[in-house]
């Protein structure tokens, strides 16, 4: 099994980034978290971060017969990107939506996603966990 874990704009900044919304666990501590859960259940992972949106696309349609599933937590973009979400639905992968923070009691722009009209669950406001959270999820999803 592989699976993507895709990380939008200013995620590569957690740690410095408004660590009382964020935490203090730097992008580095919220990788090597995520390969060594994903070592521990024999899960082939690639993480890939950038802040730019056609670099995220690139990648989602670039996984395409190549992944299992994607975990995404695309940032900002997620409030505004239509194509990121056409992208996730072009390649037809189950999909889990994480947010760091809980975003329904941050901004009322944040509480709308557009990822989220396709993947599976969204998992919001549990910290870097969120992403081991979301593993077991798609792990499910794809064995189903």
């Given at each position: 099994?592989?699976?993507?874990?895709?990380?939008?704009?200013?995620?590569?900044?957690?740690?410095?980034?408004?660590?009382?919304?964020?935490?203090?666990?730097?992008?580095?501590?919220?990788?090597?978290?995520?390969?060594?859960?994903?070592?521990?259940?024999?899960?082939?992972?690639?993480?890939?971060?950038?802040?730019?949106?056609?670099?995220?696309?690139?990648?989602?349609?670039?996984?395409?017969n190549?992944?299992?599933?994607?975990?995404?937590?695309?940032?900002?973009?997620?409030?505004?990107?239509?194509?990121?979400?056409?992208?996730?639905?072009?390649?037809?992968?189950?999909?889990?939506?994480?947010?760091?923070?809980?975003?329904?009691?941050?901004?009322?722009?944040?509480?709308?996603?557009?990822?989220?009209?396709?993947?599976?669950?969204?998992?919001?406001?549990?910290?870097?966990?969120?992403?081991?959270?979301?593993?077991?999820?798609?792990?499910?999803y794809?064995?189903?």
């Open positions: 099994m592989r699976i993507l874990v895709l990380n939008g704009p200013n995620l590569n900044m957690i740690g410095i980034r408004e660590p009382s919304i964020y935490g203090q666990e730097t992008y580095e501590d919220l990788c090597n978290k995520i390969n060594k859960y994903c070592a521990s259940r024999n899960i082939d992972v690639e993480i890939f971060q950038s802040n730019h949106e056609g670099d995220l696309i690139d990648k989602i349609q670039n996984s395409y190549k992944i299992s599933g994607i975990i995404i937590n695309a940032g900002a973009y997620s409030h505004t990107s239509i194509a990121i979400l056409d992208a996730l639905k072009a390649i037809g992968l189950p999909a889990i939506e994480v947010h760091i923070s809980d975003v329904y009691k941050r901004e009322e722009f944040r509480h709308f996603s557009y990822p989220a009209l396709y993947c599976k669950e969204s998992i919001v406001g549990e910290g870097t966990d969120g992403y081991l959270k979301a593993i077991d999820k798609l792990i499910n794809i064995e189903k």
